[in-house]
C-alpha cells in the first residue's frame, strides 16, 4: 500500500506507540481527553488544518481501542511491534510514504499545537532541509534541550535524561514537532544507535546526525504552551485547561459575557450565540449550541442540547440530549433528558423531569412533575406533581395531551392514555382512559367528611 501524496502536500506522521507509562493507566496516553477530545484527535485535526490531507499514525499500544476511538477517519494506521524510541517509531513508516516530498513528523502527545504553527514549521522547512519547533520555557523539565550552531539553526537536540548540568540551564525545547524530506530522513533513522541514558533510538539523535551536513530550521511556536507534552496527569490537566481556555476567549471575543471565564467548564465544541450570559459553575459540553441573549445561571450542565434565543437556563438544571426553543425558561432543577423537545416561551419549573417528550408552544411545567413519552400541546398547563405513568414494568406507553389541556396538580397519567384539546382533570385524579375534548375527568375517591369527628373521639378516649 502506498501513501503517496503526487499533490505534494506533506504528508502528517503522528507518533503515538508510547507506552506513557507516566499517566499509570490502562488506556493508551494519547486516548485519554483533554477539552472534550482524545489528545491524538487535537494533534490530527491541527495537522490536517495545517494541509496534511494524509495522516499515518504510529501505534503499539491499545492499538484495536485508538483504531475503534477513530475508526470514523481517514488514518492510515502503522504499528511499532516493539518500542524502541521515537527514531524506531518514525522508521515504520519508511515504506508507506512514496513519494512524498516533506513529512510533517509530530509527536501524539501533544495536543496544544495550532494549524498556523504547523503551517509556519512547513513554510520554512520548504527553504532548508528540514525545521523542528521550539518552545521558550522557564521550567523545561523533561523536555528536548535544543543546542543551536547560530540563531535559529539546529546544531543537535540533548534529551534530559542525557543532559550535562550546563545543556539542563538552556531554556529552549523541543516541542516535538518536526517537517523532515521523506527521501533523506530514513538513512539518518537506519544509523541510529541506543546509546543513551534510556537506551532507545532517539529522532532527536537523527536530527542532530543531519544537521552536521544540512540546515534544519529551528521556528519557535507562538505560545509555549504549545509544546506541552502530556506524559503524565499533570501534564494532562494543564493540556486541559489550555485549550479549555482558547475556546472561552474565542467566545469572549464573539460577545459573550463569561463572568469568571476560571470557573465554568466550556468544551472548544459548544457554541453561543452573541449577548448571552454564562455564570460560574456552569458546564457545556459536547455538542451544544445556545442561541443569543441566552443566560445560564450556575450549576447548570448542559451536554448534547441545543437552546433557542433568549431563554433562560435556571441553577442547577441538567440539560442532556435536549432541544429547547426560543424564550423557553427552565428550572432551576429542572432535568431534561434525551428526546426532550421542549417550544417557544416553555415554562419548566423546579424538579420536573423530562424524558423523550415533546412540548409545543407556551407550555407550563412549573413544579415536580415526571412526563416521559408524552406529547404535549401548545399552551397546555401541567400542575403540580403530574406524572406520566409510561411503564408498565415490561413496556413504555405514550401520554398525549391535547392543547390547552389543564391537568390538575397531582394527576397520574396511566399510558398509553390521551387527553383532548382543552380537556381539564381534577387535582389528584388517576387516568386511566382517554379524555374526550372540552371534558373534565375527575378519577379520585369522593371526599367524605365526619362532623364533629374530634370531639366524638375525645369523649370516646375518656370512657
Ligand atoms: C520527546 C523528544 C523530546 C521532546 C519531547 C516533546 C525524543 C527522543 N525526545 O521526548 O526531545 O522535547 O518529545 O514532547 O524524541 N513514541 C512512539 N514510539 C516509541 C517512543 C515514543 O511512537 O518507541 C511516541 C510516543 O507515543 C509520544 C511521542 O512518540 O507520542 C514522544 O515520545 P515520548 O516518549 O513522550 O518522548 P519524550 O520523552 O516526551
Ligand atoms: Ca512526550
Redesign the pocket.
Known amino acids: 500500500m502506498s501513501t503517496s501524496d503526487r499533490s505534494g502536500n506533506p504528508v502528517a506522521v503522528v507518533?503515538?506507540?508510547?507506552k506513557?507509562t507516566r499517566m499509570r493507566s490502562r488506556r493508551p496516553?494519547?486516548l485519554h481527553e483533554v477539552a472534550g477530545k482524545p489528545i491524538l484527535a487535537w494533534v490530527i485535526e491541527a495537522a490536517r488544518a495545517s494541509g496534511c490531507e494524509q495522516c499515518l499514525v504510529?501505534?503499539?499500544h491499545g492499538t484495536g481501542d485508538l483504531k475503534r476511538a477513530f475508526a470514523d477517519e481517514d488514518i492510515v494506521w502503522v504499528e511499532?511491534r516493539e518500542?524502541?524510541?521515537?527514531?524506531?517509531?518514525l522508521a515504520q513508516v519508511r515504506e508507506l510514504v512514496g513519494d512524498a516530498h516533506h513529512l510533517l513528523v509530530l509527536?501524539?502527545?501533544?495536543p496544544a499545537v495550532r494549524a498556523k504553527t504547523l503551517e509556519r514549521l512547513l513554510s520554512s522547512a520548504a527553504t532548508g532541509w528540514g525545521a523542528i519547533a521550539t518552545a521558550r520555557m522557564e521550567r523545561p523539565g523533561?523536555?528536548?534541550r535544543v543546542v543551536m550552531k547560530a540563531d535559529g539553526v539546529l546544531e543537535r537536540?540533548v534529551?534530559a535524561a542525557d543532559a550535562t548540568e550546563q545543556e539542563m540551564a538552556i531554556r529552549t525545547?523541543?516541542?516535538?514537532l518536526y517537517v523532515l524530506p521523506a527521501a533523506e530522513i530514513f538513512d539518518y533513522l537506519a544509523a541510529l544507535q541506543p546509546d543513551n541514558a534510556k537506551g532507545?533510538l532517539?529522532?532527536?539523535?537523527a536530527l542532530g546526525a543531519a544537521a552536521r551536513e544540512r540546515e534544519i530550521k529551528c521556528v519557535a511556536v507562538s505560545e509555549a504552551d504549545e509544546?506541552l507534552?502530556v506524559?503524565d496527569r499533570a501534564d494532562l490537566a494543564r493540556a486541559h485547561r489550555v485549550l479549555m481556555g482558547r475556546g472561552i476567549e474565542a467566545l469572549m471575543e464573539q460577545g459573550v459575557t463569561i463572568y469568571d471565564s476560571r470557573r465554568v467548564v466550556i468544551e472548544p465544541s459548544v457554541r453561543i450565540g452573541p449577548d448571552s450570559e454564562i455564570h460560574p459553575e456552569v458546564t457545556l459540553t459536547g455538542d451544544t449550541q445556545i442561541g443569543r441573549e441566552c443566560v445560564v445561571h450556575s450549576g447548570a450542565w448542559i451536554r448534547h442540547s441545543s437552546i433557542g434565543d433568549g431563554s433562560t437556563i435556571g441553577p442547577h438544571s441538567v440539560l442532556d440530549g435536549a432541544v429547547v426553543g426560543d424564550g423557553a425558561t427552565i428550572g432551576p432543577f429542572a432535568r431534561l433528558r434525551p428526546g426532550t423537545e421542549i417550544g417557544r416561551a416553555v415554562r419548566v419549573g423546579n424538579f420536573v423531569e423530562i424524558k423523550n417528550a415533546r412540548l409545543g408552544d407556551g407550555v407550563k411545567a412549573g413544579h415536580l412533575s415526571y412526563l416521559g413519552d408524552a406529547e404535549i400541546g401548545d399552551g397546555a398547563n401541567i400542575g403540580a406533581g403530574t406524572v406520566t405513568c409510561n411503564y408498565d414494568g415490561r413496556k413504555k406507553h405514550k401520554t398525549t395531551i391535547g392543547k390547552r389541556a389543564f391537568i390538575g396538580s397531582d394527576t397520574m397519567l396511566v399510558a398509553p392514555v390521551e387527553v383532548g384539546d382543552d380537556a381539564v382533570t381534577g387535582a389528584g385524579s388517576v387516568i386511566t382512559n382517554d379524555i374526550p375534548g372540552g371534558a373534565l375527568a375527575v378519577g379520585r375517591v369522593r371526599q367524605r367528611t365526619i362532623e364533629d369527628w374530634v370531639k366524638r373521639r375525645k369523649r370516646k378516649d375518656e370512657e
Open positions: 507518533l503515538a506507540a508510547g506513557g496516553k494519547v504510529v501505534v503499539g511499532q518500542q524502541l524510541g521515537t527514531g524506531h517509531a509527536s501524539g502527545d501533544v523533561s523536555l528536548g537536540i534529551e525545547v523541543n516541542a516535538g532507545e532517539y529522532l532527536t539523535d509544546a507534552g506524559n
